[in-house]
């Protein structure tokens, strides 16, 4: 595989169809709002000044579907009408809306604070042994217990400013317990791994999801005990975060087929 986490210097179209825009983002680029200069949604508004007018979540962020946290590259959807936002927007509740991120990460025992636990193991997973495997950097086993994973959690921000977020377990009688509490959210959210590689500079990772909160795939990532390389908040700062929205699959508003657009290629 080609550096999955290529610097993308300047913002670019990688899609334009009927209904849909998708643009690459560059790390350090905020998504919104359209009226502060410097954001996606300025630079893509100034180009395609309709999808400006489309009615979506915010009215200065026009047809834009979902965000990435500034330090995070790659592929951002727009709808381009009304029309088309209402579908995918529908699509993105029921969980047919797919984002697919490369990660790399590297081991680290101290979990994410703010946690109920601090540090969580995959399911089916002995919390000791996987700590052990943490402490000893053996990527091996950590691949091998990761692949076809689904973490899920409920989240609260966390800190000073309340620029990080925490997680707590979703399931059983703990699930129904933290949803009680006030500053958790109301429903987990789930990150799910689908490969994880041994490398060079750590674990590489294939994760998705359907449903996105603030920082999910780097607190959920955090909590395993293996926080991203290059994350200030979460890890240890490098020059850039190694998170990249690679690929979006959704169903195209028009005629309905699934649509799957690739930062690199598309289908």
Sequence with gaps: MDDPFKPIDEPRVVYDGEGVTVVAKPAGMHCAPGSEPGTLCAWLFDRKPSLATVRGWRADEGGLLHRLDSATSGLVAFASDDLSWNKLAKA???????????????????????????LMSPEGVDLAAWMAALRRDDLAALSAWLSDVTIRSFFRPYGPGARRVACAVADGDAERGIARGKAWTKEPYATTVRTAVPSKDGL???????????????????????????DDLYGELEETLRLRAYRLAFPDPLVGTRRIVDIDACQ
């Design 92 to 118: 993105a509740a029921e969980g047919s809306f797919v984002k697919s991120y490369h990660a790399l990460c590297s081991p680290s025992p101290g979990g994410l604070a703010g946690s109920r636990p601090v």
């Design 204 to 230: 590489l990772l294939d994760v998705e999801l359907v449903r996105g909160f603030r920082h999910q795939v780097r607190a959920h990532l955090a909590w395993l005990g293996l926080p991203l390389r290059g």
